[in-house]
Nanobody, 127 residues
Framework: QVQLVESGGGLVQAGDSLRLSCAAS????????MGWFRRVPGKEREFVAA??????????ADSVKGRFTISRDNAKTTVTVFLQMNSLKFEETAVYYC??????????????????WGQGTQVTVSS
């Protein structure tokens, strides 16, 4: 059974940091590209960051460059992907989703290219 389970969301103040985790199991996710997306209320889901299976390739949305860091731990049967978020902004209040796709390549910032999704974790940033 494929499972992507996000955790680490919560309520923080603007300028604070938060680290999200995603535990992926049920496939050999160590071979998958992993990504983070978010949905702000009233808007479409948007790309945040993606990381190739080896960590050699990383892409960030322009809005989070320099503040967010994506990383992964492939050492165990359950792959864990992290999103370290620093200097959070009020407008980054959203549900954050973890996702997986088979390989790195074009369109890693396109949600339609991902095969597996978690249920999301709420991040609320107060002003």
């Amino acid at each position: 059974q494929v499972q992507l389970v996000e955790s680490g969301g919560g309520l923080v103040q603007a300028g604070d940091s938060l680290r999200l985790s995603c535990a992926a199991s049920g496939r050999t996710f160590s071979r998958h590209t992993m990504g983070w997306f978010r949905r702000v209320p009233g808007k479409e889901r948007e790309f945040v960051a993606a990381l190739s299976r080896s960590g050699a390739n990383i892409r960030y949305a322009d809005s989070v460059k320099g503040r967010f860091t994506i990383s992964r731990d492939n050492a165990k049967t359950t792959v864990t992907v992290f999103l370290q978020m620093n200097s959070l902004k009020f407008e980054e209040t959203a549900v954050y989703y973890c996702a997986a796709r088979n390989a790195w390549g074009a369109y890693v910032d396109y949600e339609g290219s991902y095969d597996y999704w978690g249920q999301g974790t709420q991040v609320t940033v107060s002003s």
